[in-house]
């Protein structure tokens, strides 16, 4: 009997066994017996000889046809049978894979929408025809066309988004600080202030929102959370310390380099009331900044974003080296990204 090895496979069907015009009837009940030695699965009839022959298998990596030809029946089948005991075909069980996870699971972006097609609305499809993909733009012409791309039914936020040559695993290679926008945020911030004593009726004159001491961390405990920015005075920080795993995730955990723990409050709650913002470097050195509204002038734009460049260049970390900037883009909340040209933007000077 000849027998053969079929290439890796992970379906076999009796569909796609051909025989040619069997002398008598066949019996058409196989089973799959396991071969401890090759660890293949051996497909084998119960009393016929069946003689297998290889296909070549079809694009599909998981899908072969193995076929077994030519059923010989006659007068010499008996003597097949007992001689050679049945013809067999290996088959390669299916290979086991681990399943992807994270953005390695995530589909490619040739792949992504159904059957071919842009799942992204019809809206950002038409204002991303109003700039040229991977053009480089001069700042003044990227601002207004972040204005032309807001076409939602609420205002816009604007957002600079910088790529640095920084990795903030390293002490000095991390970056974190505020910038104070001229133009203002364009929204409205509620500024709650711990401290005690005498600062309590001066953060209460200064226009604070919210104002307390040991009464307001026990409400921060019990879950109130209805303010933007946190501020405190040096001698409320050991009680504040307490707060670290409720305040921490959501980024208002008072910090000198953020500007929230401080003792000229009046002048702290009047920044942040005007526009002082703070930003830092995510883990792949990236800095995510809001600079305005898309119903702002395209001059005030202009010079938030300014003010902002400004700010991450003077703040540049000594471990830094080689090329700070490496990509800036600038995008209102729901429109596509518009990428700067890093020269002209370092350069640019409001006339």
């Known amino acids: ?28 009940s196989f089973t799959f017996k396991p071969n401890p030695k090759t660890k293949f699965l051996v497909l084998q009839s119960h009393s016929e000889c069946i003689r297998p022959t290889i296909f070549k298998p079809k694009k599909s990596p998981f899908l072969v046809s193995a076929v077994a030809a030519e059923a010989e029946v006659g007068e010499d089948v008996d003597e097949d049978v007992s001689g050679g005991g049945g013809g067999v075909a290996t088959v390669a069980p299916p290979v086991a894979t681990k399943p992807k996870k994270g953005k390695a699971a995530l589909p490619l972006k040739r792949d992504r929408g159904f059957d071919g097609f842009d799942t992204r609305s019809k809206r950002f499809l038409e204002i991303q025809k109003l700039k040229e993909n991977k053009k480089e733009y001069d700042v003044k012409t990227a601002v207004s066309l972040l204005k032309q791309m807001s076409s939602t039914k609420f205002n816009e936020s604007a957002e600079a988004h910088f790529r640095l040559n920084i990795d903030p695993k390293y002490n000095d290679q991390q970056l974190r600080a505020t910038v104070n926008l001229p133009k203002g945020t364009g929204q409205v911030v509620r500024v709650a202030v711990l401290t005690q004593g005498e600062k309590i009726d001066e953060a209460k004159n200064a226009g604070a929102d ?6 307001l961390i026990e409400q921060i405990k019990g879950g109130f ?21 409720i305040l921490g995730p959501r980024g208002l955990m008072p910090n000198p380099k953020a500007g929230t723990v ?20 995510d883990k792949t050195g990236i800095v995510h900044l809001p600079f305005g509204k898309a119903n702002f002038s395209e001059e005030d734009l202009l010079i938030n974003l300014l003010a902002a460049v400004k700010s991450v260049e003077t703040n540049k970390p000594t471990g830094a080296k080689g090329v700070y900037w490496k990509s800036a883009h600038i995008c209102s909340s729901m429109g596509p990204s518009i990428r700067l040209d890093i020269k002209d933007m370092l350069d640019f000077k409001l006339q």
Do not use: C, N, W, Y
């Open 262 to 281: 401080t003792t000229t409050i009046p002048q702290t709650i009047e920044e942040f009331k005007k526009g002082k913002v703070e930003f830092r470097a």
């Open 1 to 28: 009997m000849a027998s053969s090895s079929a290439s890796t496979s992970a379906t076999l069907t009796l569909s796609s066994l051909h025989l040619q015009e069997p002398k008598s009837s066949l019996i058409s």
């Open 210 to 215: 919210i104002v307390g001491g040991e009464d």
């Open 225 to 245: 959370m209805d303010f933007d920015k946190l501020v405190a005075t040096p001698d409320m920080m050991p009680k504040v310390a307490s707060l670290g795993k």
